[in-house]
């Protein structure tokens, strides 16, 4: 891990052309990875409903991005109030289309409604700790707030830690659309998911074009960030197709890590402009979307 860190912070540090040459290195492990993958997905129908699941939020993720062509800037309010709307729609789904799921077949696998709160609870847990240990040892900016201060070449350094950050933030939603799968919950989440990143999607792309990326490039880019999404629905699907038994613990996973995300990364960042009024009321309508849609979809 430490290495892996080390070598984040020099590639930031390098020079373009070595940026370029490590990230088609990088690519190129992807790709291997996602051949091998490939084959996985088409003998297994679970993981192929993943992979799909997750490739429709990643390209919502896309498609709200496109407006940044056209769309000059947010002003803090709105952007504040779409943030919160994705807090909302994150929370709800993570009571009504993981918790909730987990607490019950949890008790169904312990047999006790106890032991179905320790699974939930246990789960909850480690998928807080990984993203609180990603969050401390990856290098990354947050979501809006970036690097304070510094000059314009700081700041345009810093877009491969902005990256990254939006990378870890989209990886918790796609491992929950993809365990969520082989519950009853599956179709309500992928839809709200979707939902939310559209306007993060165009969130994304217009933080990018204020470290000066071109607005086509920024919208690419915005689309890459959403392409985690697969590859943590399909990690969970993979995990849930080894033992039936892991549902529940999966489900309270994805729980914990998307608690984090909305608690550490969104929320904060609704409230550094004194816009708490116009993000509470974003987080409200989301919660409610996202709650009508579990029970309407069931």
Do not use: C
């Not at 996985?40 to 896309?62: C, N």
């Not at 077949?105 to 700790?129: C, Y």
């Amino acid at each position: 891990m430490t290495q892996l860190i080390l070598n984040a912070r020099r590639m930031v540090a390098e020079p373009a052309w070595q940026r370029l040459l490590a990230f088609l290195a990088a690519a190129g492990v992807v790709s291997v990875a996602t051949l091998l993958l490939l084959e996985r997905v088409q003998a297994t129908p679970s993981i192929s409903q993943a992979l799909l699941a997750t490739l429709f939020t990643a390209g919502a993720t896309g498609l709200g991005s496109l407006p940044v062509v056209a769309i000059r800037a947010l002003s803090d309010r709105v952007r504040d109030a779409l943030l919160g709307f994705g807090a909302g729609v994150m929370l709800a789904a993570s009571f009504f289309s993981l918790l909730a799921p987990a607490l019950q077949h949890g008790t169904q696998v312990a047999g006790s409604a106890f032991g179905g709160l320790s699974i939930a609870v246990s789960g909850v847990i480690a998928g807080a700790v990984l993203l609180m240990t990603a969050d401390r040892w990856l290098p990354h900016e947050h979501f809006v707030k970036g690097r304070e201060g510094g000059t314009a070449d700081a700041r345009r350094s810093g877009l491969w830690l902005f990256v990254v950050a939006i990378t870890l933030h989209n990886i918790p939603e796609g491992l929950a659309v993809g365990v969520a799968q082989g519950d009853s919950a599956g179709q309500a989440l992928t839809i709200g998911i979707a939902i939310q990143n559209m306007p993060e999607g165009l969130i994304v792309a217009l933080a990018l074009v204020s470290l000066g990326i071109p607005r086509w490039k920024a919208a690419a880019l915005a689309f890459a960030t959403g392409l985690a999404e697969p590859l943590g629905g399909v990690l969970g699907a993979i995990a849930m197709e080894q033992a039936a038994i892991m549902l529940p613990w999966s489900l309270a996973f994805a729980a914990g890590a998307m608690l984090f995300v909305i608690s550490h990364e969104v929320i904060p960042e609704t409230h550094r402009n004194d816009n708490e009024r116009a993000a509470t009321i974003g987080l409200l309508a989301g919660f409610v979307l996202m709650m009508a849609f579990d029970t309407i979809l069931r």
